[in-house]
């Protein structure tokens, strides 16, 4: 299953962290996760009791923040909400946009016991 390897790259990086603060155990995980990541953050939480067993993080919460769709318009500059399969500029139309927010696979921060 993707996600689990997922939550378990995630749970690498909180080891690491953990480490750097010499913390006993991770009370709780923030994660941001955008439609566009490729995550269902269903999918990740029923993977998440899976992945953290036997590691620091085994009686941790996992706070999944669901990003929006954000995109900014090349040619009229308006930043407006978008769909996944239409990342089209809410103002003008245009196609021509960039994205600023929906492709989040982020590890927000971690809430620990030292
Ligand atoms: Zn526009």
């Known amino acids: 299953m993707h996600e689990l390897s997922v939550c378990q790259s995630l749970l690498d990086q909180v080891n690491t962290i953990a480490a750097e603060h010499h ?22 939480q029923s993977a998440f009791p899976i992945a953290r067993a036997d590691s620091i993080a085994a009686g941790a919460e996992l706070v999944i923040q669901q990003m929006p769709i954000q995109v900014r318009c090349k040619t009229c500059h308006a930043e407006t909400a978008a769909k996944a399969n239409r990342l089209l500029c809410g ?24």
């Open 23 to 44: 913390a006993t155990s991770i009370e709780k995980i923030f994660l941001q996760v955008g439609p566009l990541s490729g995550v269902e953050p269903e999918l990740l």
């Open 91 to 114: 103002e003008c139309g245009d196609w021509q946009t960039e994205l600023l927010s929906g492709d989040e696979l982020l590890l927000e921060r971690v809430e620990m016991l030292t």
